[in-house]
């Protein structure tokens, strides 16, 4: 009989970053840059999800129909910062870890980041075992 667990995805995929125009983003010694995040199989996600979805949540409690365009760019920025387990290759000014993150994804002047990573979070392809995409 087959173990349906032999098709158990990585708790983490790695995403290599491309520019608005998208040519691969690359750091000052030329290599690639790219964030390493959780997916949707890994508690870090689904914590991150519970948050997101615990907010929505209030905000129709509170009789709002939809969040206002700051309120879902916040509440975006650290869902992906809650699923970010480290960016490779760059900084973001100076500072560091989450508070980098969620800096990095409110940032609209770099919007094409928060892009790809909710994009390639989102798809479970992307976790299978020895997974780097782009």
Same mark, same amino acid.
């Given at each position: 009989?087959?173990?349906?667990? =032999?098709? %158990? ?8 970053? #491309? /520019?608005?125009?998208? /040519?691969? *983003?690359? +750091? #000052?010694?030329?290599?690639?840059? @790219? ?11 689904? =914590? %991150? $999800? !519970?948050?997101?979805?615990?907010? &929505? *949540? ?7 129909? =939809? ?6 760019? &916040?509440? /975006?920025?650290?869902?992906? @910062? ?12 100076? *500072?560091? !870890? !989450? #508070? ?6 409110? /940032?609209? @002047? &770099?919007?094409?980041? %928060?892009? $790809?990573? +909710?994009? %390639?979070?989102?798809?479970? !392809? +992307?976790?299978?075992?020895? @997974?780097? =995409? +782009?």
């Amino acid at each position: 009989m087959l173990d349906i667990s =032999k098709f %158990a995805v990585s708790p983490t995929s790695t995403i290599i970053l #491309e /520019d608005a125009e998208g /040519d691969q *983003l690359v +750091n #000052e010694k030329g290599e690639p840059i @790219s964030i390493t995040v959780y997916g949707p199989g890994s508690k870090q996600y689904q =914590k %991150a $999800q !519970a948050v997101r979805n615990g907010a &929505i *949540l209030e905000c129709v409690r509170k009789g709002g129909k =939809k969040l206002r365009v700051q309120e879902q760019l &916040i509440l /975006d920025a650290e869902f992906l @910062s809650g699923c970010t387990a480290s960016f490779n290759g760059f900084s973001y000014k100076d *500072l560091t !870890a !989450a #508070e980098m993150f969620k800096a990095v994804y409110l /940032d609209t @002047s &770099i919007g094409f980041i %928060a892009e $790809q990573v +909710n994009k %390639a979070i989102g798809d479970w !392809a +992307n976790f299978t075992r020895g @997974s780097v =995409k +782009n």
